[in-house]
């Protein structure tokens, strides 16, 4: 452990160079790098490629869940049927809708409350369990909790709104208002997640940066922009990339607490995915709405890392 | 990356392959897939609940039962996969079993997977190996046949009757002994006008029906108003629905679900267990009810009255549906399976499983015996449930048609957004007709 | 006076959003320890967040689940696959992290790539086809398909490469110098320097095996070696549900998660924090 304050004393602040300027034969390197990655590899080629391969083979099949005998390849028939699908279109713009807010919302939540954390002396723990709690609670739990003060009746929410001489709101029975409460609630069991991984990010941010820049005069606020921000940028690329991409994949929340309701509203790609794949049984049309949603996820998420600057180093 | 991509290559198509060709690999996934039901006179069952539950307890006892008495020397063994929700979980394995051949002799299904399950041939028809058959419920029947064929037999019926809060009513002046009856039950016009006098008693809606669960109980328990008015989901050959869907008596069930929330005696968003605490004087439930407020609502004084019937007609017509047992079509041993599905679905086991599992019986004797038994809202539900049950339609897309049907009750309560019923009911009829044969 | 203001709005801001993000936490706890009815007369009263007037009813829920459920042996069971899993996770995707973050082989690029294009995929998506590779395995019935599956995740190696990539090169190359071999940079100076992200793959991997509820279902038949998750779903989904056991089991299932996150948190990061170095 005492060599490790070693090596921040070097600390320049600059991006490390991630290609050792150790030369070694192209060959060796090859040979330990795949053996590093060995087991990685083994897992998720079994477990994520080969079934995600196999979804691609059958986004041109007719496979029906009960009768796996019988799948015959039709080509591009089901992207055919796609195209025309009223119900994936409005599911893909709800999600929309979801990522927009979600976004900044939930990774500024999520930095708030690690800065909060962070800067805390005392309590650190209960903090830290406070907001983490939503993430381990279970869905059923919250949802029905969530359900309960959300209530247009009876619930907490609406009387404090009427309390303060505001009129009571329908909440998640309306086809209007459903999808903000779902982002709300979603952010709220979320930030805790982001928070952890922020965290991480903070406390690598070796603390001689910030006694420099105490030295230089920079108040906090200039520390913030100047040092944390631009150190904690690997961490809220990762944050962002992975933030999009599982709000990309939201399920649980509008199954458990609208079930798509009200009227769609709060329908989403991957649940529509979940539901003609599971319920409706049909394998092959849910695989090609996978194929083509993935492919939308993905347009997305390069498109974002470009804006955001994406790492060079990859 | 070469040697890396082209190994992912051929593992990929390897994987493909095999997946692909699974009919023909039951040789080798019978050997790792099926062990257990490798001897002879084994007979492995699949049920969707765990073994501590009630009914987990009451299988236990009856594959003991079974396995002592039986003459054919036929050993069973029960594999407990309780579900989630509506059947996650349990049939998720069923489906993985089926990619890899893997199914065991005897399953459990929920009723509405008949026409699927018999049409995909997962399971086959059991007529022969049953003597009995005649004491079954209609319902019963009528659920687990399919091409005219017995396919499943449902080891329980459920039902929905209205709960009432006797002192609740007494306190708005109803009289209780004017209440409606099996025999007598009230045209929605008589129901309404108890609703209204409740109404005038009370602060906010008075009856849940549960129209928050935007799931299978807005078919089960909704489905029967449109029956009671002549009304139809699809014909009977289940090919068609513009025409039935669409048509006047069913716009006029649906005009007396609409009524209820556009007169504010019901709401789309109840409060949770409002009856139980005596937020509803009414509310529209299962049998499960029963149990709940016995065991920890005892200042509740509750009665059941049945549904309600359309003016028309005055039919009354209740919901039924159950789990049921299933022989696979790839089970080897279909004799022992056939007499572990006799015994289970026998009337003393099926009256242990109703009594153990407070739930309706499957069979005219047992309803007969229980009524004896049981307490007054229990015996109207058995009695409703045997004289004017009616099984869901079996129909090889139900899970679409279920959804149609479902959205269409929501979209009926956004009355605001829905006053024109007939056209909402065409638009309907026509989706569901894409998902018929 | 000034700083004395900003302190007490700080706390009073870390309190508020506290109680906003740990009341459901509370309520649950409180709702295992008090008859069902009572559940639903107090809510809508500060009530709701207390439990039962009556200290002997406390016990009453869990004592009923006690008897139902076999709880100790599905808790172990959910023990053994979650600290599996945990252990396996930390190791074999920190190992592919420090490979993307610090080797420099062929096809990097497009492999990196590939990976986070995997992450794309939904789950709930590929679960059948992912069942038909652990039958060919030949695996099934066995714990090795409730753990394998998640030991690699496509999240957690891009974790470790970002960590790992902000770490100094200088130490490395130090030591390279010295003749240790990449393992032994790995093993000896990478992963004791990357506490927090080893705690933050640590706790979110523990609570990844720890939910998971229908996979396990799926690949084992033996209800002997179900984990407690199956219990949960079976209490909460056969009727009738009683609202006090549900939240009863549900504290069974949360405090070991929490117990987890103190660990990971306090022990791993604390100690790094100890030793003075990068963190405040």
């Known amino acids: ?314 | 990356m070469k040697k890396m991509s082209k190994y992912f290559m051929l593992m990929s198509s390897a994987a493909l392959l095999a997946a692909c060709g699974n009919g023909e690999s039951d040789s080798d996934t019978a050997s790792n897939g099926e062990t257990e039901s490798a001897a002879s006179d084994e007979v492995t069952v699949w049920v969707q609940y765990s073994e501590e539950s009630a009914e987990g307890q009451v299988m236990v006892e009856s594959i003991e039962e079974f396995n002592e008495t039986n003459e054919q020397g036929i050993t069973a063994v029960v594999e407990y996969i309780p579900r989630s929700g509506s059947g996650g979980g349990y049939e998720d394995k069923i489906n993985a079993a089926l990619t890899t051949s893997s199914l065991p002799d005897v399953i459990t299904l929920d009723g509405p997977n008949t026409a699927a399950y018999a049409n995909s041939q997962i399971i086959q028809p059991l007529d022969e190996y049953l003597s009995d058959t005649e004491d079954f419920l209609p319902s019963i029947i009528e659920q687990g046949t399919y091409n005219d064929e017995l396919y499943s037999v449902g080891y329980s019926e459920s039902g929905v009757g209205f709960f009432y809060n006797r002192t609740m009513l007494e306190e708005a002046g109803v009289d209780l002994e004017t209440l409606p009856t099996v025999e007598n039950p009230w045209t929605w016009d008589e129901f309404n006008g108890l609703l209204d006098t409740l109404a005038t008693n009370h602060d906010g809606p008075v009856l849940n029906m549960g129209f928050d669960d935007q799931s299978e109980w807005l078919l089960y328990a909704f489905s029967p108003y449109v029956w009671s008015a002549g009304g139809e989901i699809t014909n009977e050959a289940g090919t068609e629905a513009v025409g039935y869907f669409d048509s006047e008596e069913t716009v006029s069930a649906f005009d007396f679900i609409q009524n209820l929330v556009e007169e504010g005696y019901s709401t789309i968003t109840p409060v949770e267990k409002g009856f139980h605490t005596g937020e509803y004087p009414l509310y529209m439930s299962g049998s499960w009810t029963m149990q709940e407020l016995n065991n920890e609502y005892e200042d509740i004084d509750y009665g059941i009255m049945p549904y309600p019937v359309s003016p028309e007609t005055n039919e009354l017509v209740s919901p039924t549906g159950s789990w049921a047992y299933g022989m696979t079509s790839s089970t080897d041993k279909p004799e022992a399976a056939g007499a572990l599905i006799e015994f289970l679905t026998s009337e003393q086991e099926l009256y242990d499983m109703s009594m153990g599992n407070s739930v309706l019986p499957a069979r005219q004797s047992v309803a007969d015996r229980m009524l004896e038994e049981v307490e007054e809202p229990m015996q109207v539900l058995i009695e409703q449930n045997s004289k004017t049950g009616r099984a869901r339609p079996t129909l090889i897309n139900y899970p679409q048609v279920s959804r149609t049907f479902q959205e269409t009750v929501t979209e009926s309560t956004y009355f605001e957004q829905n006053q024109d019923l007939e056209s909402l009911l065409e638009t309907k009829a026509q989706e569901i007709e894409t998902h018929l044969e | 006076m000034n700083n004395k203001t900003t302190s007490f709005l700080y706390h009073f801001l870390s309190i508020l959003l506290a109680i906003l993000f740990i009341f459901p936490l509370i309520w649950m706890l409180v709702s295992s320890m008090k008859p069902e009815a009572a559940i639903y007369s107090d809510m809508g009263s500060l009530e709701a967040f207390l439990p039962s007037m009556n200290v002997s009813e406390w016990l009453m829920p869990y004592r009923e689940i006690f008897n139902r459920f076999n709880i100790i042996r599905y808790l172990g069971n959910s023990i053994f696959y979650a600290l599996s899993v945990t252990a396996g996770s930390i190791i074999i995707n920190s190992l592919a992290g420090y490979a993307f973050a610090t080797i420099d082989f062929k096809g990097k690029k497009l492999l990196f790539g590939l990976m986070i294009a995997l992450l794309v995929i939904p789950g709930e998506t590929i679960i059948i086809t992912k069942f038909v590779i652990t039958e060919r395995l030949g695996i099934l019935n066995t714990p090795l398909a409730v753990i394998l599956p998640l030991l690699a995740t496509p999240l957690y190696i891009y974790m470790f490469t970002i960590f790992f990539r902000a770490i100094s090169t200088e130490l490395q190359e130090a030591a390279m110098l010295e003749g240790a071999t990449k393992f032994k940079i790995y093993w000896k100076i990478m992963l004791p320097m990357s506490k927090p992200a080893i705690a933050t793959v640590g706790t979110l991997s523990f609570i990844m095996s720890w939910n998971d509820y229908i996979w396990p279902l799926m690949v084992l038949t033996d209800s002997e070696t179900y984990p407690l998750q199956v219990a949960i779903t079976n209490i909460n989904n056969t009727q009738p549900v009683y609202t006090n056991q549900v939240m009863a089991i549900l504290t069974i299932s949360t405090i070991p998660l929490i117990l987890i996150y103190v660990f990971f948190q306090k022990h791993l990061v604390q100690g790094l924090s100890s030793s003075g170095t990068g963190v405040k």
Do not use: C, H
Request: proline share 5%; hydrophobic share 50%.
């Open chain 1, 1 to 314: 452990m005492k060599n490790v304050k070693g090596i921040f004393r070097g600390f320049t602040g600059v991006r490390p160079k991630a290609r050792s300027t150790i030369q070694s034969s192209a060959l060796k390197e090859n040979a330990t790098g795949f053996l590093f990655l060995l087991p990685a590899l083994i897992v998720l080629g079994l477990f994520l490629f080969i079934p995600a391969m196999m979804s691609l083979y059958y986004s041109f099949t007719d496979y029906y869940m009960l009768t796996p005998d019988l799948t015959e390849f039709i080509g591009l028939e089901n992207f055919r049927t796609l195209l025309s699908d009223a119900t994936f279109r409005t599911s893909v713009g709800n999600i929309f809708q979801f990522v927009l807010f979600i976004m900044p919302i939930q990774v500024g939540t999520a930095l708030g409350l690690a800065l909060l954390v962070n800067r805390s002396r005392r309590g650190t723990m209960f903090y830290k369990i406070a907001y983490f709690s939503p993430v381990v609670m279970s869905l059923v739990v919250v949802s029905v909790l969530w359900l309960y003060i959300l209530n247009p009746a009876s619930g907490l929410l609406n009387e404090i709104l009427q309390t303060i001489g505001l009129p009571a709101q329908p909440f998640l029975s309306s086809p209007n208002q459903a999808m903000y409460v779902i982002i709300f609630v979603s952010a709220w069991q979320g930030a805790g997640y982001q928070m952890l991984i922020f965290l991480a990010g903070l406390q690598n941010i070796p603390e001689e940066v910030y006694e420099a820049s105490t030295i230089d005069g920079a108040n906090k606020w200039q520390q913030f922009l100047n040092v944390t921000l631009p150190m904690l940028k690997p961490t809220s690329l990762l944050i962002l990339t992975t933030t999009l991409i599982d709000a990309f994949k939201l399920i649980i929340q509008p199954m458990v607490m609208t079930q798509g309701g009200p009227l769609n509203s709060t329908l989403t790609p991957v649940y529509y995915i979940f539901r003609t794949g599971f319920t409706d049984r049909q394998i092959g049309f849910a695989s090609a709405l996978t194929v083509m949603y993935g492919g939308i996820i993905i347009i997305f998420t390069v498109l974002q890392r470009k804006f955001v600057g994406g790492d060079k180093n990859e």
